[in-house]
């Protein structure tokens, strides 16, 4: 007997709520209001599937985002598009434990066009509450050009939110085509190619989450986790992840002022580390092969300073100026080319604004001081950051 779709995934409820479990990673021990969101969830899946309306899903993604359910559940790091892209790879594993060939392939495509509707529906929700939130604080402001700059970064994230779903989408596919090739010899090109895609799309990821984390920054809307941070760890952390990199260019890096007595701050490890890496990885790009960097760490006056110091090409005086300004690009932009630590790559200029944000909203400063620019001499460049330092007690609870 052949089920229809809405009653295939019916019969299959048990399979699905395991697997949403485990790709949610709510595992053994979960609360009975996680299962109240999964039951939910599958009841108006299958209802859409059935009546090929999605949009019987609507008030639920409504609520979601407004009331800020799952991630309550989840946690602060995960969102909602990631709660339903971790509902999809689980909806996928459930149909391929039972299912093959063509049969496979339909109710799982039936499935892709359910979440590609709950991805746009999702972001376009997110983005109407948040602008409807944000709408009284534009009566206080008097000024066109500061307008002007909500707008900017209004653009920016509906942008950034418009192009999640297609990279989803992209994933998704891609990791179909993963699972139904068989990963032996005869097929290792065709894996190749599926890992250049993931590539591609993991960076495009990377970049929204870049032009997202700017708007926050825009709209002084940037939430630190805060907690105990040892500076001296993060920038040795960094080091390491691109250290075959720094060998591949023949860079040396060192770090003093680091010891097992370092003194802690309080701060948010994840952001201080984003403001960190965007530091080093722009003295790499333009510090020639074969140069150093070095990072000098010390304590002054109850403020921890930081120097990032480069043998690079420097930077002119007017693009000191601007050097933290949104999407600045120092180079010539008719010879950019993408990478994070090839000489003189490029990127779409929003690492330094991103790190003086971050550094702003932890009550800090930032500086650059270059003599200027010449791919000869390299008179290199040198970045100070200043953190206030705090004691245990200070730790919000």
């Known amino acids: 007997m052949r089920f229809s779709e809405a009653e295939w995934f019916t019969n299959h409820k048990s399979t699905w709520i395991s697997q949403a479990m485990e790709a949610t990673g709510w595992g053994v021990g979960h609360k009975e209001s996680t299962i109240d969101i999964l039951d939910e969830f599958f009841g108006l899946m299958v209802e859409a ?3 090929r309306d999605h949009a ?3 008030q639920l993604l409504t609520r979601w985002v407004k009331e800020q359910v799952p991630t309550e559940v989840l946690g602060e790091n995960i969102t909602i598009i990631a709660f339903l892209r971790q509902l999809m790879q689980a909806t996928y594993i459930t149909c391929e434990t039972f299912l093959s060939g063509n049969r496979l392939t339909g109710i799982y495509e039936t499935a892709v066009q359910l979440f590609a509707y709950c991805f746009e529906r999702t972001s376009a929700i997110e983005i109407d509450f948040r602008l409807s939130n944000a709408d009284f604080h534009f009566a206080a402001l008097e000024k066109s050009s500061a307008k002007l700059e909500l707008s900017k970064s209004a653009f920016i994230q ?5 192009l999640r779903t297609p990279i989803s989408l992209i994933k998704g596919y891609s990791s179909m085509l993963e699972s139904s090739i068989p990963k032996n010899e005869e097929h290792v090109s065709e894996h190749r190619l ?15 989450n870049n032009m997202l984390l700017v708007a926050m920054i825009d709209n002084q809307r940037l ?14 952390g960094i080091r390491d992840e691109h250290e075959e990199n720094l060998i591949r260019r023949g860079i040396k890096f ?13 701060g948010d490890p994840l952001r201080l580390k984003q403001a960190f890496e965007n530091i080093v990885l722009n ?3 333009f510090t020639p092969d074969g140069g150093r960097i070095n990072i000098d760490l010390r304590e002054h006056n109850e403020k921890y300073l930081i120097s990032i110091e480069d043998s690079g090409i420097g930077i002119s005086k007017t693009n000191q100026l601007r050097l933290f300004n949104r999407f600045n690009y120092l180079g010539d932009v008719s010879h950019y080319t993408t990478g994070k630590t090839d000489f003189k790559a490029g990127g779409p200029g ?11 909203a932890h009550h800090g400063s930032i500086a650059v001081y270059s003599p200027g620019y010449d791919e000869t001499s390299n008179p290199g460049t040198t970045f100070t950051i200043t953190l206030p330092m705090k004691q245990p007690h200070q730790l919000n609870p």
């Open 49 to 51: 599937i059935e009546t």
């Open 56 to 58: 019987v899903l609507d």
């Open 158 to 162: 509906i942008t950034a939110h418009e």
């Open 194 to 208: 599926l890992t250049g895609i993931n590539q591609g799309a993991n960076r495009l990821n990377e970049i929204i």
């Open 223 to 236: 939430d630190l986790s805060l907690q105990p941070v040892w500076i001296g760890k993060i920038i040795k």
């Open 254 to 266: 060192s770090i003093k002022g680091v010891s097992n007595k370092e003194k802690m701050i309080v």
């Open 283 to 285: 003295a790499i790009k």
């Open 350 to 360: 929003l690492g330094l604004y991103i790190a003086k944000g971050i550094i702003d």
